[in-house]
Every structure is written in C-alpha cells, then in structure tokens.
C-alpha cells in the first residue's frame, strides 16, 4: 500500500474549473385558447397539405383501445346456444 502524499503534493493539484451558470429555462408555451384552436381547426389547407381528419367517435375508440385496452361491446347479443 503506497503511502498519503505529502502535504505539498496535494497543493500542486489543480483546483477543477468552476462550472458553466445554468443556462436560462425556455419560457413556458402559451396554452392554445379555445378561440385559437377552433380558428386552427376551421382554417383552409394549403395546396399539398396533409390533413387527417376523423370522425371524433373513431378517435376515441382508438384512444381508449391503445390506451386502456378497451374492446367495443358487441351490441347485437349473441343467441344462447341450446
């Protein structure tokens, strides 16, 4: 086992630098307001823009299945057998 260094050793090591301030945090978003997103959503697409609209009851049937799991139920009853 190697012995301490000596006082003078430990002098001759150079203190690490002084970190970097932090750089300041990105501003919060502007929540969108209802006004915005239904002027958003009425606006016309320009030439070549992609538009995915949906029938909102199909949207929420996919959420709820890749979120939840959820599986529609069957509204027709299935005949008892027997």
Do not use: C, W
């Not at 000596?6 to 919060?28: H, N, T």
Request: hydrophobic content about 35%; glycine content about 4%; overall charge negative.
């Amino acid at each position: 086992m190697a012995p301490p260094p000596s006082a003078s050793a430990v002098d001759d090591i150079p203190l690490p630098p002084e970190p970097d301030e932090p750089a300041e945090p990105e501003p919060a978003p502007e929540p969108e307001t209802e006004e915005s997103m239904m002027a958003e959503a009425a606006r016309e697409p320009e030439p070549g823009e992609l538009i995915d609209r949906r029938d909102p009851h199909d949207v929420l049937l996919e959420m709820l299945n890749e979120e939840l799991g959820a599986v529609p139920i069957e509204k027709k009853a299935k005949p008892a057998a027997g």
